[in-house]
Structures are given as C-alpha cells and as structure tokens.
Nanobody
Framework: QLVESGGGLVQPGGSLRLSCLASGFSFEDYTMSWVRQAPGNDREFVAAWRRSGGTTTYYADSVKGRFIISRDNGKNSVDLQMNSLKHEDTAVYYC???????????????????WGQGTQVTVSS
C-alpha cells in the first residue's frame, strides 16, 4: 500500500513537502516515483528514487533544481521536497512503486505496478 500526504495550497515561490508511506513491500530492487497529472493533461513523470545495487535519483527537466526526492528509512517513505513552486506545478501528485525496472523505463508511468491515491497540490496566489 502506498499512501501520500503533504499536499495543499501554496503561493508561487513557496514550498511543500510530500511524503509517500509504503507498507507491505519487501523489494530489494525497486523504484519509487512521483508522477503528477494536471487537469486535461496526461500523467507526467516528476522524480524517482531507485534502489538497484546502489541508489540513483532521477528528475524531470521541469523540476530539476527545485525539487528533491529522498528516502526516509525510518519512516519507510519517499519524500518530495518541492521548492520555488510555480503555477504549472499544480496537479494531483501520485506516488508509484515498481520492482526491477530497467533504466529506460524509470520515467514511464506504465512501468509501475503500485500506485497511491494521489494528493492535490495547488499553486496559486
């Protein structure tokens, strides 16, 4: 089960921290990602945290330098720190989990088997 939290309303330039709590999984090689969907748009990859031997992070160009994805082992969660938020970041943010993904599929939503229910992020003044 994946449960997201931390969404809300924030002004442009502000920050939010999303958290995805994972339970019931015991994968050794896995990727946890954040994917967002704005009204009328397709789902868009945002960021991923991958454990496959070592650990690797991935970011969409649109959020690179503003968002940071991290793993909290104590909480068994993957968090997304979102800074310098823009109007265009407004979307429902989903957490997704996939096992044994190949590198080329990390940014593809279709590769993920497990999804959370989503949390709304609204950037507005």
């Amino acid at each position: 089960q994946l449960v997201e939290s931390g969404g809300g309303l924030v002004q442009p330039g502000g920050s939010l921290r999303l958290s995805c709590l994972a339970s019931g999984f015991s994968f050794e090689d896995y990727t946890m990602s954040w994917v967002r969907q704005a009204p009328g748009n397709d789902r868009e990859f945002v960021a991923a945290w991958r454990r496959s031997g070592g650990t690797t992070t991935y970011y969409a160009d649109s959020v690179k330098g503003r968002f940071i994805i991290s793993r909290d082992n104590g909480k068994n969660s993957v968090d997304l720190q979102m800074n310098s938020l823009k109007h265009e970041d407004t979307a429902v943010y989903y957490c997704a989990l996939g096992e044994r993904l190949i590198t080329s599929s990390v940014r593809s939503g279709a590769a993920y088997e497990y999804w959370g229910q989503g949390t709304q992020v609204t950037v507005s003044s």
